[in-house]
């Protein structure tokens, strides 16, 4: 029986909660069986504020999931052709998330989506509920490496150079 992460973790700002998920295990169930993943690669978004943030533009029927709270996944497509997995975090009204970005199996945050047969439909999906995705606890990481963020010019300082991507040494994979 898997022991899926509570609520609460969830719950809380994404600059706990991105860090956190690194070494966590992503499990996906389909018609395959179960699939487990670790998570080695993470990005937060803090909000209305956060200019790189979807939130940053209000309360729209894209971004709506986001304003909900915490513990579910928001999940859109860009380019017309690659899904963002993102992790709820916060409470209700606090629009916060977490941008996966790497897994122990791949790397890169369109690419993994891929791997795991995640589409639209898991937008809204919660991962304290859900028969099919979840995550429980893995290995604690002995280290963390931060970074800026990738991809996000377009909001310019100080939002740029924030180190708010954390992910693991190669060493540390798990």
């Known amino acids: 029986m898997s022991r899926k992460l509570p609520k609460s ?3 809380r700002d994404v600059l706990k909660v991105a860090p956190a998920l690194l ?6 169930a389909g018609e395959t069986g179960i699939r487990k993943y670790i998570i080695t690669e993470t990005e937060a978004y803090q909000g209305a504020f ?32 690659y899904w963002m997995m993102n992790i709820v975090t916060s409470v209700e009204n606090d629009p916060q998330a977490v941008l996966i970005r790497g897994l122990d199996k791949v790397k890169g945050p369109g690419r993994l989506t891929r791997q795991l047969e995640l589409d639209r ?7 304290v509920d859900s028969s099919r995705i ?3 606890e893995g290995t604690e990481p002995s280290k963390i490496l931060t970074s800026p963020r990738i991809g996000i010019d377009y909001a310019g300082e100080p939002w740029v150079s924030k180190h708010w991507r954390f992910y693991l040494p190669d060493e540390e994979l798990f």
């Open 121 to 127: 439909s898991f937008n809204g999906e919660s991962l």
């Open 50 to 81: 956060d200019l790189a943030c979807h939130a940053s533009k209000g309360k729209t029927a894209r971004t709506e999931v986001m304003f909900r709270e915490g513990g579910i996944l928001y999940v859109y497509l860009i380019y017309g052709m």
């Open 9 to 11: 973790f969830y719950l």
């Open 23 to 28: 070494g966590k295990k992503l499990v996906i």
């Open 134 to 136: 979840w995550l429980e």
